[in-house]
């Protein structure tokens, strides 16, 4: 993603306009403005005809379309973009954006841990390969806009309290995994002279939760979309086999159902996975295992955080010099305080019925936000330039990461809840 070598007006950086489009969005849901969201989910072909194709799915997306493109257009006509191709091209982006969900949606590619941000990805990368990308679509391919409003509004469901909800030895497991296998996927990235910015994203991508972390800790850097758009789909390609294999092991090996768990939530990159894989061992490990990731999946506002901080700092002391607290506000990404804001929020300032029922629609509308910008990647990256980026280094980084992960996450399963150093816990 670009870095500002010049800051714009406040009220023309990209940034902030972020921060009040993702806002805008949350205001709206909480003050009971709440549309009706496409529905995506299908098993058969009549299915896909009688509910995603249904007349009454198709108006509410085009409703949500014509509210994203309201806001959209405003914060693109304050950056000074030619607002008569973006009105143009942004129906192309949004309706590519919601192909890619109907078909994440079918339940036999949901089986398989696969998500939306691959096919939106595809999407993109087939029209560009296939047709020439029009003048008047390029004005909407707006990719750190898309993005960093999208995790706005990811801030409202990283939740504080949630993480003392899932227990305390998922969240010890937590912290171990996040912090072990973070540092040795940086370490080993280097090794194999893989560039900062691939090593920071892929071992947030590793220890923390995949997908969401990768976009996390991109927008935190201000990292390249190309890079991002290689560790996302290496993530998912590396965790349909693991999601297989994995529960095979934990039978085989005579593992306790538990420990199989907490390894599964631990190691797999998607929560989808987690589920998936936990549910072809028991209930008890399905459900070990959501709680392992899910307290990972809280670790993402605190890594964005401190990547954020992290980075601006070592950015500033490249030329020599320390930099000064104006210069280190000025460089750091102001749509993080907005993640940090809503989570605070969400978590300490709202009533939690408030918070439940405004969950799922916020999520919704978060996921739309991450299409468009993945979709948009693709429409922009040529895909020798994904398979040749620094010769498959990265690829092997994250799977020589990926293999310590699945190793020493084992060993803490069985420490934290194989009855080794605690009681293991019941779970049901």
Not at 190 to 218: H, N, P, Q, W, Y
Not at 344 to 364: D, M, N, W
């Amino acid at each position: 993603m670009s870095e500002h070598t010049e800051t714009p007006s406040w009220w023309k950086n990209e940034d902030w306009l972020a921060v009040w489009a993702g806002t805008l969005f949350i205001v709206l849901v909480l003050t009971g403005i709440r549309p009706e969201l496409p529905k995506f989910s299908w098993r058969t072909g009549m299915d896909l005809v009688q509910q995603v194709f249904a007349g009454a799915n198709l108006l509410s997306a085009a409703r949500l379309g014509l509210g994203y493109l309201v806001v959209a257009a405003a914060g693109i006509a304050l950056m000074g973009g030619n607002l008569r191709r973006y009105l143009a091209g942004f129906w192309a982006v949004f309706l590519l954006a919601w192909l890619s969900q109907a078909v994440a949606g079918n339940a036999k590619v949901n089986d398989l841990g696969l998500e939306y941000v691959l096919f939106a990805l595809a999407l993109g990368l087939i029209i560009n390969h296939t047709v020439a990308v029009p003048v008047w679509l390029r004005e909407a391919v707006r990719t750190e806009f898309y993005i960093k409003t999208g995790l706005v509004i990811l801030g409202a469901g990283i939740l504080f309290e949630e993480i003392l909800q899932a227990g305390a030895l998922g969240i010890v497991q937590a912290v171990l995994v996040v912090a072990v296998v973070w540092y040795f996927c940086y370490w080993l990235s280097k090794k194999m002279r893989v560039d900062d910015e691939f090593s920071v994203m892929l071992s947030t991508a590793v220890s923390i939760c995949g997908v969401s972390a990768a976009i996390a800790a991109c927008g935190a850097i201000q990292g390249d979309k190309k890079k991002l758009s290689y560790v996302t789909s290496l993530v998912l390609v590396v965790a349909v086999p693991m999601m297989v294999l994995m529960p095979w092991l934990v039978k085989s090996l005579g593992l306790p159902e538990l420990v199989g768990g907490a390894w599964l939530g631990g190691t797999l990159d998607t929560s989808g996975s987690v589920v998936a894989a936990g549910a072809l061992i028991s209930e008890p490990a399905m459900k070990t295992g959501v709680i392992v990731k899910f307290s990972q999946n809280v670790l993402i506002g605190v890594a964005a955080f401190l990547l954020s901080i992290w980075w601006t700092m070592r950015k500033g002391t490249e030329g020599g010099n320390r930099p000064s607290a104006a210069v280190i506000w000025q460089r750091f990404p102001k749509f993080v305080l907005g993640f940090i804001v809503a989570s605070l929020v969400f978590s300490f300032l709202l009533e939690p019925e408030l918070v439940k029922t405004t969950k799922k629609t916020l999520a919704g509308l978060r996921t739309t936000w991450f299409a468009m910008a993945f979709v948009c990647i693709g429409l922009e990256t040529k895909f020798t330039e994904l398979v040749t980026l620094e010769n498959g280094r990265p690829a092997f980084a994250f799977i020589g990461a990926q293999a310590f992960n699945v190793i020493w996450t084992l060993a803490l399963a069985f420490l934290l809840f194989g009855g080794i150093l605690f009681a293991a816990p019941t779970i049901k």
